[in-house]
């Protein structure tokens, strides 16, 4: 079993809420020191070994394996995270606002609210990428009928004389 795949099984396959509430509630706070360091130390390309990456936060390798999952879609060349093993070199490139961007998609408020970010994207820039989320979450229905256009039930009349005569 690959390590992905222990991380998999520990992070997403639990059984009640008891434990789900004490898995997450250990992981968050150790994700916040990487995020914390990462946005400290922004300039800097981490270039590591998983084993070293988890020994630079000082956590197992599961939980390492389980930072570089969470952060993968916001690096600039994503990581095969199913082939990595503990030597396995992890290369921490990381798009900024493509970080910004994922964690508001994760609705990760102790994340995107960290005043590390002070120093990397304005918060001018923060706001701008806020909005860009907020309409990437917006749908329009673009198959909606108009009053005047046929009815789509096929009766031939204007669809404010037919289907639409009840809205």
Known sequence: MSLYSKWEEMAYHIDNQEE???FWGEYLPKETVFYEYILKNHQEVIEKTLVELAKLFDVDVLTAIGFVDGINTSLKTEIDVNA????????LDIDF?????NMLDAKADWLFGLPGWDDII???KRKEITKEY??????????????????PCGSGRKYKKCCGKEQ
Do not use: A
């Open 20 to 22: 789900y509430n004490e």
């Open 84 to 91: 990595l093993t503990e030597d396995s070199l992890v290369k």
């Open 134 to 151: 907020n309409r990437s979450k917006i749908f329009i229905n673009e198959n909606k009928v108009g009053r005047n256009d046929d009815c």
């Open 97 to 101: 606002q493509k970080l910004y961007f």
């Open 122 to 124: 304005s918060p001018d």
